[in-house]
C-alpha cells in the first residue's frame, strides 16, 4: 500500500479479516471504537481515533512529500482507488493546485507512462473501466457481464468516456496507454458536477498503436500490432457502442481523443442514434465560445467586426470555429455565410483555400476559402499580414507557434481594439504561446484564454496582478454529462451546447467581471456547474428531447419561454439550479454522513453479504437514495 493512506484494503483481498469493511475502508482512521469492535478490527489498527480532516491534512502532507507531479499522479490514484471519500474531499477542497496533477497537463505525462506505472495505481485486481481489445471485440457481451458481476446492484453506468488512444492530447498515438485520459475525465465530472463515481465507467478500445516506442516497448500492457484499417476501425468501435448502447441504453456516451477523422465519423455515426457528445469537438467548441463571447464584449469593436484567424485544423479547431459561426449567427443575426467569412484557417500547408492544390479532408472543406484569387499564405506570418485578424486562436500543438513577432504584430494591428489571442493547445509543451508572453509583447492590452494553466502575470510598472483565462474544457462536460444524465434527452443538439456556451458566459460574478477575466475562478467550479447543468435541462426540454418527466414539469413550470422557437440564451429558473445543485454527489464530511450514505465502490470486488445499498450512492446528500449501515 502506498504510504501515509487512510484506506483499509478490500477484505476480499485481506486475509486479517473476512467482516465486511465498506465503513472501514472509507473511515480509516475515522473509524470509531465502537464499530471498530462491530467489525472485528479491535487490535488490528492504530487505536487512535481522529476526525476526516486530520485525515486530509496527513494526505496533503504526503503529497507534498512528493517531488514530482508524476509521483503525486500515482499517489492521488492509489488513493481513489482505496478511499473514495477522502479522495474526493482533497480534490474539492484544493481543486485549484490538484485538477492539473489528476488531469492536465500531468495526466500527459501519465499516459505516456502508463504501462510502467499501471500496477502502482490501484491494489491488484481493482476494477476501474474496460480495456477493450480489437481481438475481442466479438466477445464484447461477455466484457460487459464481466463487469457488471464486478458492481455492486443497481450500479450500472450512467456515464462513461471512451478513447482508442489514438490522439491523446497533443502527445499523438498512445495506444492503450490512453486510458488515463477516460480516468481523468471522469474524476472531473465527479469533482466539478457531482457524478456518482460509483456510476462512471472508463473504457480504452485497445485497437492497436502505430507508435514503435510502444511497440517495441517490453513493458507495455497492449496488443502489439498495428491499427486497423478505417472500414476494420469503425465496424469493430460501432459493435462496441452498439453493446454498450444496448446493455446500458440511458448512459452517457462521451468520445475523446479518436483520431481526427474518426472522431467525426463517429460523432456523425452516433448523434441520433445514442446519448452522445465529443468533447474535442463539442466540448472545447463550448467552453471557448463561452470566453470568446466575453471577449468580445470587452473588445471595443463591433461583433461583426471582428476577423478570427485559426492556426491548427483538426478536429478541435473545426470544432471551436462553428461554434463561434453559430454565435455570431444566433446573438447577432450575422447570416450563415457572412459569419463563415469572418473565419480563415491555417494548417500544416499554410492558408486553406479551395484552390490550394491538394485534396482537403472532409472536415477542413466549410471554412476553405474561395475569395483569395491567386493568394496563397504558406505561413503563420503570411497570413498574419493577409488576414490582419483581430483574433488569433492556436490549436496547432506547436510549441511556441506565436512567438514574439507575430503576438507584437497582433499588438500593431489593433490599435483600436484589444486583441484576442487564445493558445489553446496542451499541454504546456504544446502551448502556442504563454501568458506572460502575450502580457509583455501586448503591453497587457491582450484578451486572453489558454487551454492549459499558467501563473498570474504581475504588470512591472504598476504591481497590477492579472489572472490569465484558461479555456479548460472542465467548466462544460462535467455540466453537460451531469444535465444529460438527469433529464435523459433522446440526443445532444448543438443548441444545448451553444446554451451551455451562454450560460458559461452569463456565469461570470460582478468582481470577475469588472477585472476582466473571461471565465469564473475555478474555485466555484460546482456552483457554475449547476448553472450550466440547469440551462442544458431546460434547453432540452425547450426542444421537447428532454425524457425524464422530473425536468420536464421543473422546466415548463418555471416563467422562462418554451418551445422549439425559442432562444438557446443560457437561461434557467433558479428552482432548475437548485434541484440540480441536490442531485450533485458530494464526498462524506464527516463519519455520520459515510455512516448514513454506506456507499460502495465498482472498482472493489463484491462482497455477498457486505450489506451494500443498492441504487445511487451519496455522500452527505439524500437524493439518491440512502441505506443507512446497522452496526
Known amino acids: 500500500m502506498a504510504p501515509g493512506m487512510d484506506s483499509g484494503a478490500s477484505s476480499a483481498r485481506r486475509s486479517r479479516s473476512g467482516s465486511p469493511d465498506l465503513i472501514a475502508s472509507n473511515a480509516g482512521t475515522a473509524l470509531p471504537y465502537a464499530t471498530r469492535s462491530a467489525l472485528h478490527l479491535k487490535g488490528l489498527v ?10 486530509e491534512s496527513r494526505a496533503l502532507e504526503q503529497l507534498h512529500a512528493k517531488s514530482t507531479n508524476l509521483e503525486k499522479y500515482i499517489f492521488l490514484s492509489w488513493l481513489r482507488t482505496t478511499n473514495i471519500h477522502l479522495f474526493y474531499r482533497l480534490v474539492l477542497h484544493n481543486l485549484k493546485e490538484i485538477a492539473p496533477v489528476i488531469y492536465t497537463p500531468t495526466v500527459g505525462q501519465a499516459c505516456q507512462e502508463y504501462s510502467h506505472i499501471y500496477p502502482f495505481l490501484a491494489p491488484p485486481n481493482a476494477v476501474d473501466g474496460l480495456y477493450i481489445p480489437l481481438t475481442e471485440v466479438d466477445n464484447i457481451d461477455e466484457i460487459i457481464e464481466n463487469y457488471r458481476e464486478s458492481i455492486a446492484e443497481g450500479d450500472e453506468p450512467e456515464i462513461t468516456v471512451i478513447t482508442d488512444g489514438s490522439r491523446i492530447l497533443g502527445l499523438g498515438d498512445l495506444g492503450m496507454n490512453g486510458m488515463g485520459i477516460p480516468v481523468g475525465k471522469l474524476q472531473l465530472y465527479v469533482a466539478a458536477a457531482g457524478l456518482n463515481p460509483d456510476r462512471c465507467l472508463p473504457i480504452v478500445l485497445d485497437f492497436g498503436t502505430d507508435n514503435p516506442k510502444y511497440l517495441e516497448d517490453p513493458l507495455y500492457l497492449g496488443i502489439r500490432q498495428k491499427r486497423p484499417t478505417d472500414e476494420a476501425f469503425y465496424a469493430a468501435a460501432n459493435r462496441v457502442v452498439a453493446a454498450l448502447h444496448t446493455a446500458f441504453p440511458s448512459m452517457f456516451i462521451q468520445f475523446e481523443d479518436f483520431s481526427t477523422d474518426h472522431a467525426f465519423g463517429l460523432l456523425d455515426h452516433w448523434r441520433e442514434r445514442a446519448l452522445c457528445f465529443n468533447d474535442d469537438i463539442q466540448g472545447t467548441g463550448c467552453v471557448i465560445l463561452g470566453g470568446f463571447i466575453s471577449a468580445v464584449e470587452q473588445a471595443g469593436i463591433p461583433p461583426r467586426d471582428q476577423r478570427i484567424l485559426f492556426v491548427g485544423a483538426g478536429s ?9 459561426v453559430d454565435y455570431f449567427v444566433i446573438e447577432h443575426r450575422i447570416p450563415e455565410e457572412q459569419a463563415k467569412a469572418m473565419f480563415w484557417f491555417v494548417d500544416s500547408r499554410g492558408m486553406i483555400t479551395a484552390n490550394r492544390g491538394d485534396k482537403l479532408a472532409q472536415h477542413k472543406v466549410y471554412f476553405a476559402r474561395h475569395d483569395n484569387g491567386d493568394t496563397q499564405c504558406a505561413s503563420i506570418d503570411e497570413a498574419l499580414e493577409y488576414v490582419k485578424p483581430t483574433a488569433l486562436i492556436g490549436l496547432s500543438t506547436i510549441y ?14 489593433n490599435t483600436d481594439a484589444r486583441p484576442i489571442i487564445f493558445p489553446l493547445s496542451n499541454p504546456m509543451t504544446k502551448a502556442e504561446c504563454t501568458f506572460e508572453e502575450a502580457m509583455r509583447c501586448t503591453n497587457n492590452r491582450v484578451l486572453f484564454a489558454s487551454g492549459t494553466a499558467f501563473p498570474e502575470y504581475t504588470i512591472p510598472e504598476t504591481g497590477e496582478e492579472r489572472v490569465p483565462g484558461q479555456g479548460n474544457n472542465m467548466y462544460v462536460f462535467p455540466a453537460i454529462g451531469l444535465g444529460a444524465v438527469l433529464c435523459k434527452p433522446r440526443h445532444i443538439t448543438d443548441t444545448m451546447v451553444y446554451a451551455v456556451s451562454k450560460a458559461l458566459a452569463n456565469s461570470l460574478a460582478g468582481d470577475e467581471r469588472a477585472r476582466g477575466e473571461l471565465y469564473p475562478r475555478i474555485e466555484r467550479i460546482r456552483e457554475v456547474s449547476a448553472e450550466l447543468a440547469a440551462a442544458f435541462v431546460h434547453q432540452a426540454v425547450r426542444e421537447g428531447l428532454a425524457q425524464d418527466p422530473k425536468w420536464v414539469a421543473l422546466a415548463t413550470e418555471s416563467s422562462l419561454p418554451s418551445g422549439p422557437g425559442a432562444a438557446p ?12 445543485r441536490r442531485f450533485m454527489w458530494e464526498p462524506a464530511e464527516t463519519f455520520e454522513q459515510l455512516r448514513t450514505s454506506l456507499p460502495h465502490y465498482h472498482h472493489h470486488p463484491v462482497v455477498h453479504g457486505s450489506g451494500r445499498s443498492s441504487g445511487r450512492s451519496s455522500g452527505h446528500t439524500s437524493d439518491h437514495g440512502d441505506s443507512t449501515a446497522k452496526l
Do not use: W, Y
Open 569 to 580: 440564451d443560457g437561461c434557467f429558473a433558479q428552482s432548475m439550479r437548485s434541484e440540480v
Open 46 to 55: 492504530p487505536s487512535g481515533v481522529e476526525d476526516f480532516s486530520a485525515q
Open 316 to 324: 478541435a479547431g473545426v470544432g471551436v470555429a462553428k461554434q463561434l
Open 400 to 413: 511556441k507557434a506565436f512567438n514574439e513577432r507575430i503576438l507584437t504584430r497582433m499588438n500593431e494591428l
